[in-house]
């Protein structure tokens, strides 16, 4: 439990937010956010006493101190200014065992805001423990939890205004990076819908340095303000992940995925004809994107996705060990490179189980079996990359927009 002779090194910060007379402040809610940090730093308790709306005085609360801070509005333009203060108690900081340090709502809220932008499950409790630990403040379980719904309106409205900064931060992204694409669209209510970006340098790489073959994925963007990242990455000269382009859209519709891919295309400078090829988890968005956006490019469907739902399929039919062979057949042709294997592994599965050589028929073999792919995959057969492509921006999906495309800029300078 913290004691007033514990130095709690976050409060130290403050101990000098009041510095007397002179003094000027944005506002009356700035003075009054300063003498909250101050006292908590001082370890004391202090009453404000607002006689109007112009003017407003802290006392310390004990009685016999004449600890006081005076402050009144500036002519017409809302700061406050001190005018008459004495900061010198008579008496030790803690001066009592019953006192306690008052801490007011939005001086915690500020304090937590941090770390609540980086951790949106930061609980009460933890609140509690770190404010006592670093601040020498006790709160009640339900004064944090209050604390904590005050700072998550500020964080809402932080990334509201971080969305109405994305315009700007696309100007600025192509003046700074020319080649670069930055789009994005509004509702017609003002409010954010669609963006796009792919830095020139990227889209360099990938025209001068890399196999042409993207691959797409859409992951839910974990912030206050939802939303799903729809991503391009490429495999660069030494397998390694190349990002090429990102979208942040509200969902992973037919629509939003066709929007997306049109700028791609665009960013590409791609023209029908030109060697392209894709790999997806096969989501219905994608696979109806390529069809009107890059007609006849190839699209190559993830086969661990598949297997998974060939897994789902066969759950609850047949024996383990049947199960077993089956999987390693439907991976046996998906790696098969010329037509005669891929007919005689399909006679052999039409032999040991009827349906399930029916499934791999109703699974687009096309997209998938080497041997039947149109386009070129340099044997690539999942879309793992995407997965590297996640780790890579790690937490940044929790944070607001703005945060979020700066984050993936300074990872790819
Ligand atoms: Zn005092």
């Not at 190349?242 to 023209?271: C, K, M």
Request: aromatic share 12%; net charge positive; glycine share 6%.
């Amino acid at each position: 439990m913290a004691t007033s002779d514990q130095v709690h090194r976050m409060a130290t910060f403050w101990s000098n937010v009041l510095e007397g007379d002179g003094q000027i402040f944005d506002s009356a809610a700035d003075f009054k956010k300063a003498i909250a940090k101050y006292a908590i730093a001082h370890k004391f308790g202090y009453r404000m006493k607002r006689t109007n709306p112009n003017m407003a005085k802290a006392v310390c609360d004990l009685h016999s101190c004449d600890w006081y801070i005076c402050a009144s509005v500036i002519h017409d333009t809302g700061c406050f200014r001190v005018y008459k203060s004495n900061l010198q108690h008579f008496h030790l900081a803690g001066y009592s065992t019953q006192h306690k340090t008052k801490a007011s709502k939005t001086v915690v809220a500020d304090v937590i805001l941090d770390k609540l932008c980086d951790c949106s499950k930061y609980r009460p409790m933890e609140i509690v423990r770190d404010i006592s630990r670093e601040y020498g403040v006790r709160l009640s379980y339900q004064q944090a939890w209050r604390c904590r719904e005050l700072a998550t309106s500020l964080l809402v409205g932080l990334q509201e205004d971080s969305y109405k900064t994305i315009p700007w931060l696309c100007r600025k992204i192509k003046e700074s990076n020319p080649g670069s694409v930055a789009e994005y669209t509004f509702e017609q209510d003002g409010s954010f819908s669609k963006l796009f970006i792919a830095f020139s340098a990227c889209l360099h790489g990938f025209t001068e340095g890399c196999r042409h073959l993207l691959v797409l994925d859409g992951t839910f963007i974990a912030s206050k303000y939802k939303g799903t990242l729809l991503v391009a990455s490429a495999y660069d000269v030494d397998d390694g992940m190349l990002p090429i382009a990102f979208g942040v859209v509200p969902s992973e519709s037919i629509d939003n995925w066709e929007w997306y891919l049109t700028q791609l295309r665009h960013a590409l400078q791609y023209e029908i004809g030109d060697e392209l090829a894709f790999i997806s988890d096969r989501h219905t968005g994608i696979i109806q994107g390529l069809h009107h956006v890059f007609p006849g490019c190839p699209h190559a469907h993830c086969l661990r996705h598949l297997k998974e739902n060939f897994k789902k399929y066969l759950k609850g039919r047949y024996n383990q060990s049947f199960k077993a062979a089956m999987e390693a057949q439907l991976d046996k042709i998906a790696y098969l490179r010329t037509m005669h294997d891929y007919e005689k592994n399909m006679e052999v599965r039409h032999k040991m189980n009827r349906s399930a050589h029916e499934w791999v028929i109703q699974a687009h073999p096309e997209n998938w079996v080497i041997a039947l792919f149109k386009g070129n995959r340099y044997d690539k057969l999942n879309s793992n990359l995407a997965e590297t492509y996640n780790a890579w921006i790690k937490d940044a999906r929790e944070l607001p927009i703005c945060h979020l495309i700066d984050t993936i800029r300074l990872k790819t300078e």
